[in-house]
């Protein structure tokens, strides 16, 4: 199985800063016939389901704020959030589905300072 | 406006059973791929099973399988989870999740509590 690691476990960044979240996997999400790489962004609030924020690794769901940025290829992959906003606050989620099982990462929490 | 409505979960004693369905509004069911997540209250995400649109192929994470089934019916627009065997470690709220492979959509959870 895939393992995801996501870092840092928390931050705390204040209002309008930019926070950074990392992931990485095990091995590549880069599957070479269509040069995608098979990894998703989930936000979750307290008492809610996630919701989806990116795709393919840099596609925003609709609706999602451009201030929500994902990048990164192969095993490295980033979430940028670039002016932090007060509902920003929540648990942050990477996913491959590369191949199942499907697997999350453990989660990296956002907190406003 | 897609919904997924989750229902079916409640307590039940080690070894019982339950059966969890999902119900699907505003989408065409039929097209789409559906998941079930669980996640252990406080704790992280975890893929439990996934279903072809036509409900021919299924896959399960290997600590539900051969426990737990799932399937779907297409003209009542629900999936559904059938869980045997249940053990303590399945406590966990229970998420419906559509489609494909990453999951858009997701229901409000149900949860699910295996206890003595």
């Known amino acids: 199985d895939i393992v995801m690691t996501q870092s840092p476990d928390s931050l705390a960044v204040s209002l309008g800063e930019r926070a950074t979240i990392n992931c990485k996997s095990s091995?590549?999400?880069?599957?070479?016939?269509?040069?995608?790489?098979?990894l998703a962004w989930y936000q979750q609030k307290p008492g809610q389901p996630p919701k989806l924020l990116i795709y393919?690794?840099?596609t925003r769901e609709s609706g999602v704020p451009d201030r929500f940025r994902g990048s990164g290829s192969g095993t490295e992959f980033t979430l940028t959030i670039s002016s932090l906003q007060a509902e920003d606050g929540a648990v942050y989620y990477c996913?491959?589905?590369?191949?199942?099982?499907?697997?999350f990462g453990p989660g990296t929490k956002v907190e406003i300072k | 406006e897609v919904q997924l409505v989750e229902s079916g979960g409640g307590l039940v004693q080690p070894g019982g059973s339950l059966r969890l369905s999902c119900a699907a509004s505003?989408?065409?069911?039929?097209?789409?791929?559906m998941n079930w997540v669980r996640q252990t209250p406080g704790k992280g995400l975890v893929w439990v099973s996934h279903?072809?649109?036509?409900?021919?192929?299924?896959t399960y994470a290997d600590s539900v399988k051969g426990r737990f089934t799932i399937s779907r019916d297409n003209v009542k627009n629900t999936m559904y989870l059938q869980m045997d065997n249940l053990r303590a470690d399945d406590t966990a709220v229970y998420y419906c999740?559509?489609?494909?492979?990453?999951?858009?959509?997701w229901g409000q959870g149900t949860l699910v509590t295996v206890s003595a």
């Open positions: 996913q491959h589905y590369y191949d199942t099982p499907f697997i």
């Open positions: 279903i072809k649109p036509d409900g021919s192929s299924t």
């Open positions: 505003g989408l065409t069911f039929s097209s789409y791929w």
């Open positions: 393919w690794a840099s």
């Open positions: 999740a559509g489609t494909g492979s990453y999951f858009s959509y």
């Open positions: 091995q590549s999400l880069l599957y070479s016939s269509n040069n995608l790489n098979y």
